[in-house]
């Protein structure tokens, strides 16, 4: 298997990249967030799979090992093949695909391209045990709703739930308020209203 490769950005495509090295041109899918990184004529170092099929060699490639990680994990589930993960890679970054995993949150899981709520809960389901805790996410998860912040905080993760939000779009918000443990419920809200409507 070819383990990365070290060479120039030779051309940019829609869904991949051509990386010359050692004479050699080789067509790299990545997904859109790696994409936007490179440009034309830069020297980039590029983690690869190499998917064997009947009619096709495909090289899959990520610019960090926490995306390939993230990738072959997705691979290892049953029911989703490699445009599918990458698919997943495009459409939400590593940790808040994480702490979606950490969170039993469906609803962030089936905005991804690709990710029906079947396959939402495959996911779930095979993942789960190997997720276990991700490197600077303290909150531990019971299920969708219990958090372990404190009631007030549940609640407001309720409520904000209830107007649209999801959990991976609000536990980090929470994980920054100062003092959290001391605020009411109602103020939690309108602190990470403000917090997230900001971000837009």
């Known amino acids: ?3 990365f490769v070290r060479g120039r950005v030779d051309y940019l495509g829609k869904d991949h990249c051509l990386l010359e090295a050692g004479g050699i041109g080789y067509r790299i899918f990545m997904a859109a967030g ?42 290892g589930v049953s029911g989703i093949g490699p445009k599918v993960a990458l698919g997943i890679l495009s459409g939400s970054k590593v940790d808040q695909f994480y702490l979606a995993v950490q969170s039993r ?8 391209p690709g990710i029906g ?19 600077g996410v303290t909150l531990s998860f019971e299920d969708s709703t219990s958090t372990k912040l404190g009631t007030n905080a549940d609640d407001a993760i309720e409520a904000l739930n209830a107007l649209g939000y999801t959990n991976s779009e609000i536990i980090p918000v929470l994980q920054k308020m100062p003092e959290l443990e001391t605020l009411s419920t109602e103020a939690i809200v309108k602190q990470a209203l403000k917090a997230m409507a900001g971000r837009k």
């Open 1 to 3: 298997m070819i383990g």
């Open 34 to 75: 790696d994409l936007a990184q490179l440009h034309t004529e830069q020297e980039a170092k590029v983690f690869t799979y190499l998917a064997v099929r009947e009619d096709a060699l495909l090289l899959y490639g990520f610019l960090t090992r926490q995306s390939y990680n993230l990738f072959m994990q997705l691979i």
């Open 105 to 112: 949150d469906l609803k962030y899981l089936t905005k991804l």
């Open 117 to 135: 709520k079947k396959t939402a809960e495959r996911l779930l389901l095979e993942l789960k045990e190997k997720v276990g805790t991700l490197e």
